[in-house]
């Protein structure tokens, strides 16, 4: 990981505090490049797989339907939060877990802020 | 421009008006109530309310989910009462009303809204507003959601579908579907073609499922797909193999609503469902 890239991940953390479960920045072909976990179970190359197949999926309903690009998705558990948004081009999204007490407004803004950073941190 | 609350958010026109770098003056009417949002190339730098005016009168006109604005571009602002940058003033914002939705900080958020001081530096107070917010924010998420003035009673599925297009604004699509795929209900404004559409849907919807299981943190609630055009909320009936997927337009949806509605939905949905399942057993 790049010293950019791993400054991005701390700032990240540092802004949500407890609420922070984990992240990573994923490739279409379902690779992580490069990612971060407050959680022992969190296995990164299993979720950036499965994860990976949900966005191309969304993006088949989204086109099938004529709603445009994908822009974000959002799964909500009773527990948790898990946000994959695209950047860029769209050939990396960002997931973000965050425990379910975090407020989805703030996490939201956040994710807003940081994701051009992301995009230009990125390897291309 | 000129539009309702209902259709865009407080949040989302301060967010509009200062990406845009606007010099601006937006009044808002909700109930009664009135507030002026005042913006200088981009920035929120004064606003008024009632008496109060500062940062406390954007906590407060947040709240306001219904009324009208009307925005005047070029407007310079009479005086320079918020300092503070827009992002923050909504992170705080969506900070105190998340705060005011757990119930027992209820008391702490509306104290936090009056304890604004007027221009002559006495402190402000309103028993109306207090009862207001108390009533608003205390209500239970059924009671804030109307299905055309009565309760879902005994009604079937498709009459919940039609009533559920009604009650959504920005209202696109509505499915009931099994993953099987093998039975489904649909209502929807476009012209869909609709067998393929609910296959890929569940594709979608099973492989978010298995994404949820391996990532061990909890189970599947929700799932909220955002495209540039619209929001597509999914969300499993309780005791049941079906879910419910709803699809609106992102311009004139109010997420908060859509949420609190499909919760309400799917479980009156569930409820016709067995109903109907029963029947066909007795027949």
Partial sequence: MNSELASII???????GDDFLAT??????????????????????????HFTMVMKLATKVSKNMDLGNVNENLVSTDTSLVFSRFLGDGSVYWLLATNKDATLGIVRTLMDEYELRIWGALPH | MKGQLQDMAVADIIQHNCQDRKTARVSIKNSGQKAQLFFKNGNVVHATSDGLEGEQVIFHVMHWETGSFDLKSDVEPPAFTITRS?????????????????????DKYISTLLSGSNKNGKA?????????????????VESRVTVNGEAPGDRSTEELLVDLADQTEGFITAAVATLKGDKY??????????????????????????????LGQGELEDNLLTTEEAFV??????K?????????????????????????????????????????EQV
């Fill in chain 2, 233 to 238: 909320l999914v969300r499993f009936l309780k």
């Fill in chain 1, 24 to 49: 990573d920045f994923i490739s279409m072909d379902g690779m992580s490049v490069a990612g971060e976990k407050a959680i022992e179970n969190f296995n990164s190359d299993i979720v950036s797989a």
């Fill in chain 2, 86 to 106: 827009w992002t923050s003033l909504l992170l705080e914002g969506a900070r105190l009303l998340d705060e005011a939705d757990s119930g027992d900080e209820v």
């Fill in chain 2, 185 to 214: 209900y649909v209502h929807s404004t476009w012209d869909l073609d609709v067998t393929p559409l609910i296959n890929q849907v569940n594709q979608f919807v099973k492989m978010v499922n298995v994404a949820v299981e391996k």
């Fill in chain 1, 10 to 16: 701390k700032d990240i953390r540092d802004d949500l």
């Fill in chain 2, 240 to 280: 049941s193999d079906y879910y419910l997927m709803i699809t609106v337009d992102k311009k004139q949806a109010n997420l908060g609503s859509l949420r609190m509605l499909s919760r309400s939905y799917a479980e009156w949905l569930g409820k016709a469902l067995d109903h109907q399942s029963k029947d066909k």
């Fill in chain 2, 124 to 140: 402000v107070s309103s028993p109306h507003l207090t009862t207001r917010l108390h009533q608003t924010i205390n209500a239970p």
